[in-house]
């Protein structure tokens, strides 16, 4: 991944929930041009923060060894909602929810909360694929250990 719209995971229950934290600035390239003098953080750059967080939690559910790491992959968006809208100076609460798991594929309620009031809401479903590939293995590593820096895990990183 290149962007990356998850600053910090601030709980992680593996097999049920994950919370999370966005900050919105003001800097932010896209935001110069969307719109111009009344900045909106994308719509849909909040379900895609959504998704890494998503992704996160399939992730530590259902990689428990070293052996056969697999990682999710975002297969598809339904019910994508959008409430109050996101400008800079607000911190996104990002909350994701495991609904239910297959063999290889998992699906998340994702809702994301400025101030308590819901601004969007998706139901994400993702698949799990083998990755040959220490890079990609090494880049979630190191990401996930800072979004996580400052929990205390009961598991390791994979």
């Known amino acids: 991944m290149r962007f990356f719209f998850v600053d910090r995971v601030d709980e992680i229950k593996p097999g049920e929930s994950a919370r999370g934290t966005k900050n919105i600035t003001v800097n932010e390239d896209f935001l110069e041009d969307h719109f111009p003098d009344h900045p909106i953080y994308p719509g849909n750059l909040i379900v895609e923060a959504l998704a890494q967080l998503g992704g996160f939690l399939v992730e530590t559910s259902f990689n428990q060894s070293d052996d056969n790491l697999r990682r999710a992959v975002l297969a598809q968006v339904d019910r994508a909602r959008f409430y109050e809208p996101a400008t800079p100076g607000d911190q996104v609460e990002l ?12 699906q998340v309620k ?4 400025i101030n308590g009031k819901r601004t969007a809401s998706a139901i994400l479903t993702f698949v799990l694929w083998k990755v040959d590939s220490v890079r990609v293995h090494q ?20």
């Open 110 to 113: 994702g809702e994301a909360r």
């Open 139 to 158: 880049q979630r590593r190191a990401l996930y250990s800072q979004w996580t820096r400052h929990l205390k895990l009961d598991f390791p990183i994979r």
């Open 95 to 106: 909350l994701c929810e495991l609904s239910s798991t297959l063999e290889g594929a998992a």
